[in-house]
């Protein structure tokens, strides 16, 4: 059974479109000056799906959007139960090749496994993507998936396809256009709103359960203009510049490790329960 975000705000193909353009972006050896060359005629439905992105991302969106999602009134389910869930959304092209949300989850998770990190950080690969399940709230792929960015102060530039911005209504507010617009100098990037996507919502979920470092990984990765490039560093708080080492050691792992085997859910299973035992109740609030 195919679950497809709403056809006419979805131009990637699959979810995972947007990945594939991310591991292009950022391959393995490309020098820091390669990166930037990507262009909209390359990658047409990677462009159209970002000018949405950027068009729509408002403050007033973002606040309405934590706060239909945030209180976590979605039902109790336990981990095992989400990955269930995520399983059900399936990308339209090649559904046989592709590897499930679980496989792809576990891909990242035994990656991180195999080079010998803390339990706590294997535990953060298997649920970083998680919070996919927005689509099948009926979140439009755009509010789901793609580099995340602070609303309401400037754009960076070091954001990908920054010349979208213009179509955002926000661009015509002149508080949110100043440098440090509706934050404070320092202020620290867990009080910036950042734009709504399966990041913010899965670290909200997990607030409760994991150390700040994991918290970190969850919220900011796919925050390509900070823990890659750089920008915001006047919002950023002594505890920012700190975790932004954790963020960055994490960034590999969800870029790379696709490709790798397929990994055996069954046999793993043991693992991951015991895993899961270890941080949380047996189900928890989404
Ligand atoms: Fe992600
Ligand atoms: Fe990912």
């Known amino acids: 059974m195919a679950t497809t975000p709403q056809p006419s705000q979805s131009p990637l193909q699959r979810l995972d479109d947007w990945d594939d353009f991310l591991e292009g972006r950022y391959k393995e050896g490309k020098a820091e000056s390669e990166f930037r060359q990507y262009d909209a005629k390359a990658n047409p439905s990677v462009a159209e799906f970002y000018r949405v992105n950027h068009e729509k991302q408002t403050v007033a969106y973002v606040l309405d959007k934590e706060k239909q999602y945030f209180g976590l009134n979605r039902g109790q389910k336990s981990i095992w139960e989400a990955a269930d869930y995520l399983n059900t959304l399936v990308d339209d092209s090649d559904p046989d090749t592709d590897l499930t949300q679980t496989e792809h989850l576990l891909q990242t998770s035994e990656a991180i496994r195999a080079d010998g990190h803390p339990r706590w950080m294997v535990l953060t690969g298997f649920l970083h993507d998680l919070g996919k399940c927005l689509c099948l709230y009926g979140e439009p792929q755009w509010g789901v998936v793609g580099d995340t960015f602070p609303v309401g102060c400037a754009w960076s530039d070091e954001i990908v396809f920054p010349e979208y911005f213009r179509g955002n209504p926000d661009a015509h507010v002149p508080e949110y256009q100043s440098k440090y617009g509706i934050y ?51 919002l950023m708080n002594d505890k920012d510049a700190a975790m932004l080492e954790w963020v960055r050691k994490f960034n590999p792992y969800d870029l790379y490790s696709k490709g790798h085997s397929k990994p055996d859910v069954k046999q793993l299973k043991p693992y991951y329960d015991e895993l899961f035992a270890e941080f949380f109740p047996e189900k928890i609030a989404w």
């Open 184 to 234: 404070e100098p320092n202020c620290g990037l867990e009080n910036v709103h950042m734009s709504f996507g399966h990041d913010g919502y899965i670290a909200e979920i997990m607030k409760p359960y994991l150390r700040d470092e994991a918290l970190y990984m969850l919220r900011f990765h796919s925050f390509y203009a900070w823990h890659r490039h750089g920008a915001y560093a006047h």
